[in-house]
């Protein structure tokens, strides 16, 4: 198949799943066409059967600011008929579906080009349950061909807020051969020289990630037991989760890498992840480290019960509660047996349920099953309103 695949750049997890499907589909013998902004933090490599197209937005006096979802939908519509697309897979439904939805209706007549909108959570946890983005939240993924959720958390929600049916879950997905326990690597030794623990976080430093109460969690434990924070990332709270490091006088023990291009390189020398967030719809760097043997601590919220379970890969605590996040990390680092046994059954749990041989499939399942079913000319979205 030739497909379209709009996402996000950033180091948010549309963006990365986005960049992970593209690479698993061109790697199966399928074209791919990147349409954003920006290239995916995570495609490093193009070809000819991975390509990239760069969508520009004018600049003009009278706009307030670029208007990137109508540019978007030109280059989208652009570069389905240029490429023969047989389907546009956009990832976050704003304004990604709306721009999609737009391309499609350009095309009508001309070609036909089905949309599937992937909903990752915030997308409808936070930004499409806002008034003033709600109904056209609603009527972008009533408008797509296809729509899918990445947990059955995010499925339900869905529903709750719009009233929309037929949302197929189709989880986050981990290439296990990248991302493994590596043992005695020169980076393990450079960021804990003296043998300490090292506590890892990975996020965008959203205000939903809470990374703040990753360093109140850290500075319980750092009390009972040489260890480090590894803060992977960026973001608009990364100074304030510096500044409150330096306060409690762990500023050297802090340690904030920035964005890196090989997450993997961190959880696979990390002891525990930290994941205290907000909501999580999902949680794909808990999964990450699950597949390195990395046990998880993390809020019990959203999608993230049916990636880690509470006891046995991972501990779950009410979100905020850093005290009994940091009893857990203690359990963890001061228990050889616990942490192995943590670790294994998490790589366990990658490797039987989230691999991208499981469920990359299931994508592909899907483009067809909706392309067989796309009719352009009958495209009234149905809506259930749920009050």
């Not at 510096?242 to 023990?253: H, I, K, S, V």
């Not at 809020?299 to 779950?316: A, I, K, N, Q, T």
């Amino acid at each position: 198949m030739k497909i379209g695949i709009t996402c996000y750049a950033t180091y948010g997890g549309s963006g990365i799943v986005g960049s992970e499907l593209a690479r698993e589909l061109v790697r199966l013998g399928h074209t791919v066409h990147i349409i954003a902004r920006s290239l995916p933090t995570r495609l490093t490599e193009l070809s000819d059967d991975l390509q990239f197209h760069e969508v520009e937005a004018l600049n003009y006096p009278l706009f307030e600011a670029p208007h990137y979802s109508l540019a978007l939908a030109v280059k989208q519509a652009e570069v389905a008929c240029r490429e023969d697309l047989d389907l546009l897979h956009v990832h976050y439904a704003i304004p990604h579906s709306i721009s999609g939805y737009l391309a499609r209706e350009m095309l009508r007549g001309k070609h036909a080009l089905p949309i599937v909108t992937t909903l990752h959570g915030t997308d409808i946890t936070l930004v499409g349950s806002d008034r003033s983005y709600l109904e056209v939240t609603r009527f972008a993924i009533a408008a797509s061909d296809g729509v899918t959720a990445i947990s059955k958390f995010l499925a339900r929600e869905t529903c709750r807020q719009f009233g929309l049916p037929d949302i197929r879950v189709i989880p986050n997905f981990v290439d296990v051969e990248h991302y493994v326990r590596r043992e005695g690597c020169a980076l393990r030794w450079r960021l804990a020289p003296a043998g300490e623990k090292l506590l890892v976080h990975v996020s965008n430093f959203r205000p939903v990630k809470r990374v703040l109460d990753c360093v109140e969690i850290f500075s319980r434990v750092a009390k009972q037991t040489p260890s480090r924070l590894i803060m992977v990332g960026d973001g608009p709270d990364a100074g304030a989760a510096a500044a409150r490091a330096a306060e409690l006088g762990l500023a050297n023990d802090v340690v904030f890498v920035g964005k890196q291009p090989r997450i993997g390189d961190y959880l696979s020398i990390a002891d525990v992840l930290l994941l205290p967030s907000e909501t999580e719809s999902f949680g794909l760097s808990a999964l990450e480290a699950m597949s390195c043997e990395v046990p998880v601590v993390a809020s019990r919220v959203g999608g993230l019960p049916e990636v880690v379970d509470e006891g046995v890969s991972g501990f779950l605590r009410e979100v905020g509660d850093v005290d009994a996040m940091a009893d857990a990390v203690l359990r963890i680092v001061t228990d050889e047996a616990l942490a192995s046994s943590m670790g294994k059954a998490g790589r366990r749990v990658a490797v039987e349920q989230f691999t991208t041989e499981r469920i990359v499939p299931q994508y592909l399942d899907y483009y067809r099953e909706v392309i067989e079913a796309f009719d352009p000319g009958c495209r009234e979205p149905k809506i259930q309103y749920v009050r």
